[in-house]
């Protein structure tokens, strides 16, 4: 059975910090690439960051520079530190693992999702 379990989100002023974790089970995480998505009220899901099973990285314009997406394949965790963040950034974060082969998607699996406030 897969999990994925997102921990890490609260409420945090303007220009604060948070740093999500995503705990996977039940899949080869090494061979995933991990993201992290958000959704606010009213709005559609949204990408926002990647890491893919080779390490590189890829993020969203409006996060650029503030977030990090990062992975430790020995504790098969996904992170995502939000710097600077911003009212706008506020949020459900949801963790994704993605399974690729030969150029199609076999496996997509989803968190429950956390809720980050960003709010004085």
């Known amino acids: 059975q897969v999990q994925l379990v997102e921990s890490g989100g609260g409420l945090v002023q303007p220009g604060g910090s948070l740093r999500l974790s995503c705990a996977a089970s039940?899949?080869?995480?090494?061979?995933?690439?991990m993201g992290w998505y958000h959704q606010a009220p009213g709005k559609e899901r949204e990408w926002v960051a990647a890491v893919f099973s080779d390490g590189t990285t890829n993020y969203r314009d409006s996060v650029k520079g503030r977030f990090t997406i990062s992975r430790d394949n020995g504790k098969n965790t996904v992170y995502l530190q939000m710097n600077s963040l911003k009212p706008e950034d506020t949020a459900v974060y949801y963790c994704?693992?993605?399974?690729?082969?030969?150029?199609?998607?076999?496996?997509?699996?989803w968190g429950q999702g956390t809720q980050v406030t960003v709010s004085s």
């Open positions: 039940g899949i080869i995480f090494s061979r995933n690439t």
């Open positions: 994704n693992a993605k399974r690729n082969l030969g150029g199609s998607i076999v496996s997509d699996h």
